[in-house]
């Protein structure tokens, strides 16, 4: 599995909103400048992933390296599966079945480093299971049902 690094804050997408007029007489909701500069900037810097093409259920690694604790890890694991589907790593980025995901402080240095892990296989509900928990620390699971 190969890791991918993004340097730069990544913009949280729930604050980068705005609503505009959409013609009609209505409103829509857009993307603001600040959202579509990171974007710009994660496609000129994703260079292993981008056009990958990923279009069966995958897992996302990724360490997020913010400058301060005021952003959210949620928030930036939204833009970081946007970006990616933007690009073409993926082909949706609901076919994200798992997360597993860090937040770190670096003023000097905000970045993303990323994986993608394809997962070729149909998951049953005791590998979804056993997933939950071993997201959730818990390893007591019985080895011999498989």
Partial sequence: MTTETIYGQIVAKANNYQAVPDGSGGRRIIKNAKIRAYERKFASQCTIYCGMGISTPFRLYAHIWQKDERCDLDNSLKTLLDCL???GAVTDDKLCVEIVAKK???KASPRVEFAIEEINKQLSLFDLRELY???RGQNNINKTRK
């Fill in 85 to 87: 589907q933007s690009v």
């Fill in 104 to 106: 770190g402080i670096d």
């Fill in 133 to 135: 928990l071993q997201a």
